[in-house]
């Protein structure tokens, strides 16, 4: 297979990977009534509405992924108030102290995700999130 053949495959798997672990956030952070409270501004709204927040860019191939990096929350702080990045850096202090918040910050390391692992990662995250629709009773 060519190089060019293989890339709209690996795009294609990133977008997958992206939506199942979007819903994977989302259902972890919601409640048993499929509500998720926003960290940042304590909106509360349905799993459906609710959209994976990113401290560290999803940009970052490294942290797109990375559950630490990543929590529910509103349309409002994530979109329009394009991250709201003093209250999700305040939250992410609280919950992981400045230490952890500034090597994730601070972080230059290469990364490298092969197309394997992004499908391993899929497999994973619907799996997961099998459990967690089962646990919570979760229909969408
Ligand atoms: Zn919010």
């Given at each position: ?25 989302r259902l972890r ?112």
């Amino acid at each position: 297979m060519s190089k060019n053949a293989k890339k709209p495959k690996r795009q294609k798997l990133i977008k997958e990977l992206d939506s199942v672990f979007s819903l994977y956030i989302r259902l972890r952070d919601s409640d048993s009534h499929w509500i998720v409270t926003c960290p940042l501004c304590w909106k509360k709204i349905p799993v459906k509405f609710a959209q994976n927040m990113h401290f560290i860019s999803r940009w970052v191939l490294k942290y797109r992924f990375d559950e630490n990096n990543c929590f529910a929350g509103c349309m409002r702080c994530n979109v329009i108030l394009n991250g709201n990045y003093i209250e999700y850096t305040m939250f992410m202090i609280k919950k992981f102290w400045i230490e952890k918040v500034n090597q994730m910050k601070n972080d230059k390391e290469l990364f490298e995700l092969k197309t394997r692992e992004i499908e391993e990662k899929i497999a994973y995250y619907k799996e997961q999130n099998q459990k967690l629709e089962k646990k919570k009773h979760f229909k969408e």
